[in-house]
């Protein structure tokens, strides 16, 4: 018998969206929802299906990475009750937990919100978990503090009808300095602290990305006011909904746009969505409590005994810096794998309370940063972590290497990244121990070309791939070098050198630091010798690791796997809908006409206004797609509907349909026009209803490539 739903002391804000996770998960169950449909709807609310059959990745969406010993306590308790005891860190700032059961989602998410803690928006097509520096508030160099204004951009998100299904995901990244350390260079939307005239601003950088087709994004503002950001993210997030690509997803995300337009042109479009926007200034509260209280400083209390002195030594010079707050630490723990166990993570969250402020952050590279740390405690707080196990040496160095789950877990995983990750730390630790502190060369794996271990934004990196031998299949890494952000702050994207069996990467990777340490020219940048030799010299450089008849049996199975290797390619659980009914389009859009209906009755003007234009593309994409006309983006339904359905004289309607529609972005989002456009926005849908019972086959059939815009 399934257990009752507990409800006492969530978040508010959450409440609706876990009962009807909880509703609709019952839905699916007795047959009364497609799967493939429900997927979606989940996805949003962080329920991302696994490689392994029946079981669930629950993802939370923590902006900045910033929590609280209470909610890493929540996090382990629901890892131990619901999923296998672990948590995962990821490079997007979040914790995700595995192998849960679809019915345990939404009493985890409900035991997840008593302590403040979403999941709404973690997966899904919507504006993704907003990543900053770690150190934001308390690096030495930093112009102010840019957490409070990642709480806004999160908050004003959240729940945004305007970015809830767009074609493809949205990432935002605010780095504290100019040395970019939240890789601001490769996001949709990249934002770095600026003063001018004493003024708060941001430098933006719009449309960069990873993936197979990597892009570093352009400066589109050199200083945007504060007041001006999220403005402007909501404008470019409109564009991006409106004319982003939607069938072909590989070419979807916003980096195609800028691409195809160039940068002038995407914003004369922003700055057309300016008249919709509720408000042209947002004001961002600065005067908050965005640094927790510090700990009582102890400075009389014996100083402990250290068993090794070295390793605290060197813990001290690659894992602890001095906070711009005079007297205190901050400590960056190293997460190997970015997993730790729900046992490990109780005890933590004592030995956090214990030495420094009620904070942490979880960090990009995987790891936790802990803050206010009282000089004279480092000493016993060192010997309580490594009492732990969490006090090696070398966070953020070359032997902390960043890897996403891969074929463990992950649908589109190709081959293993996690158990090669433990084979380069071991090499590395074996043969280059003067390299542990060395953070000018960063290795990153990822299980696919997806890039979800950042490979491309890595000195050294790899993704998954495989090799034909034959009839047989190996499991394969691709090579890519030159990538991440020099001490400058300039970004790069790495370039691919060569495929290799998967077996054969540990020698790869002494062959290209031997060859470094002979041929760099006296301190040079690893980047810098990787341009100045050439693509071809490290083809040269690695050939012979790619021959294939001297392969061993041993070859063909993956690092860490206990069986021949099979390639083995999940379709995304960001891929949308195998097919759907046009009635079930309609119903979509019966259900847009309601939200906006009820968010009238809530005086949300903006919100009722978007939820109406959603309704008028759906309802007409329905009767395009009865006609099979193909549907990829929204601006393309919108003139395909007056082409040919009104141009032709198919559908009667008093006027062109595309400036029936636009009138979004020609008014302001008051009530006037809100009801207005309500009322018409569900006229149309009743004569959309009535013109599929007269002319079309209701019960037809279409392809989720033509449904997704």
């Known amino acids: 018998m399934a257990t009752k739903l507990n409800l006492e002391n969530i978040q508010s804000v959450d409440k609706q969206d876990i009962i009807e996770l909880d509703r609709k998960i019952t839905d699916v169950r007795l047959g009364r929802i497609d799967e493939e449909r429900f997927k979606h709807y989940r996805l949003t609310r962080g329920v991302y299906g696994q490689r392994q059959v029946g079981v669930q990745m629950f993802r939370t969406k923590i902006p900045f990475g910033r929590l609280t010993t209470e909610q890493l306590e929540a996090l382990a308790q629901a890892s131990i009750q619901y999923s296998t005891g672990n948590l995962h860190l990821t490079t997007r700032q979040n914790i995700q937990l595995h192998y849960v059961k679809l019915g345990d989602s939404p009493h985890l998410w409900a035991d997840l919100s008593r302590a403040g803690v979403t999941a709404m928006g973690a997966c899904g097509n919507t504006v993704r978990n907003i990543t900053a520096s770690a150190k934001a508030g308390i ?3 930093e112009l102010f503090d840019v957490s409070p204004y990642v709480q806004a951009m999160f908050e004003y998100f959240l729940r945004n009808p305007i970015c809830q299904e767009m074609g493809r995901k949205i990432k935002i990244a605010f780095s504290a300095t100019d040395e970019d350390s939240a890789f601001a260079y490769f996001h949709d939307f990249g934002f770095i602290p600026r003063l001018k005239e004493g003024k708060r601003g941001f430098k933006v950088l719009l449309g960069g990305g990873l993936g197979a087709q990597a892009m570093v994004a352009p400066t589109v503002y050199e200083f945007l006011e504060e007041e001006r950001i999220i403005p402007f993210v909501e404008a470019a ?21 800028l691409k195809k337009w160039g940068v002038a042109h995407f914003l004369s ?8 926007l509720e408000q042209l200034t947002v004001h961002i509260d600065t005067t908050g409590n965005w640094q927790p209280t510090p700990p009582a400083s102890d400075l009389d209390h014996k100083e402990p005994t250290i ?4 390793s605290y030594k060197l813990w001290q010079l690659t894992n602890t810096f001095e906070q711009k707050q005079a007297g205190y630490y901050a400590v960056l723990l190293k997460i190997r794998l970015g997993d ?9 969250a004592a030995i956090i309370r214990q030495y420094a402020a009620n904070e942490l952050r979880l960090t990009v590279n995987q790891g936790i940063l802990i803050k206010y740390v009282p000089k004279a405690s480092l000493a016993a707080l060192y010997n309580a972590l490594d009492e732990l196990g969490l006090a090696d040496a070398g966070f953020g160095a070359i032997v902390d290497i960043t890897a996403c789950p891969g074929t463990d877990t992950c649908n589109l995983g190709v081959s293993n990244s996690t158990a090669l990750a433990k084979q380069l730390e071991n090499v590395l630790l074996e043969n280059y121990a003067h390299l542990i502190g060395e953070k000018a060369i960063q290795i990153k794996i990822s299980g696919c070309m997806n890039a979800c271990g950042q490979h491309m934004a890595a000195n050294i990196g790899f993704h998954g791939s495989s090799i034909k031998v034959g009839k047989e299949v190996l499991p394969a890494m691709q090579v890519v070098l030159g990538g991440g952000v020099d001490e400058k702050g300039n970004g790069f994207i790495a370039e691919k050198i060569i495929k290799l069996p ?11 630091l031997d060859d470094y340490e002979e041929k760099e020219l006296g301190g040079e940048y690893f980047n810098d010798y990787v341009k100045r030799q050439g693509k071809r010299y490290f083809y040269n450089l690695l050939k012979a690791l790619a021959i294939k008849d001297n392969l061993h049996p041993s070859d063909f199975w993956d690092w860490g796997q206990e069986k021949p290797y099979q390639k083995e390619i999940g379709v995304g659980e960001c891929a949308g809908v195998a097919f ?9 859009a019966k259900e847009k006409i309601q939200l906006s209906n009820q968010a009238l009755k809530e005086n949300l003007w903006g919100d009722s206004i978007y939820l109406s234009y959603g309704a008028f593309v759906i309802a007409a994409k329905a009767v395009l797609l009865g006609v099979d006309i193909k549907c990829n983006t929204q601006i393309g339904i919108i003139n395909d509907f007056d082409k040919e359905l009104i141009e032709t004289g198919k559908f009667d309607l008093d006027g062109n349909f595309a400036e029936l529609v636009l009138q979004i972005n020609k008014n ?12 018409q926005a569900a006229a149309f849908l009743e004569q959309v209803i009535e013109y599929r019972r007269k002319e079309l086959d209701g019960s037809k059939r279409v392809l989720s490539e033509h449904y997704k815009a």
Request: proline share 5%; no cysteine.
């Open 139 to 141: 690096h030495p160099e």
């Open 237 to 257: 997030i409109r564009v991006f909904d409106r004319y982003g690509e939607r069938e072909k997803r590989m070419k979807a995300r916003m980096k195609f746009l």
């Open 269 to 276: 479009l922003v700055e057309k969505e300016y008249p919709s």
């Open 307 to 310: 068993a090794n002195v070295t």
């Open 340 to 348: 730790i166990s729900a046992s490990s993570a109780l005890k933590l």
């Open 502 to 512: 998967s077996k054969r990467i540990p020698t790869a990777l002494v062959w290209l």
């Open 580 to 588: 759907d009914m046009v009635a079930t389009i309609i119903n979509d």
């Open 668 to 679: 302001t989002p008051e009530e006037v026009f809100a009801v207005t456009y309500w009322q």
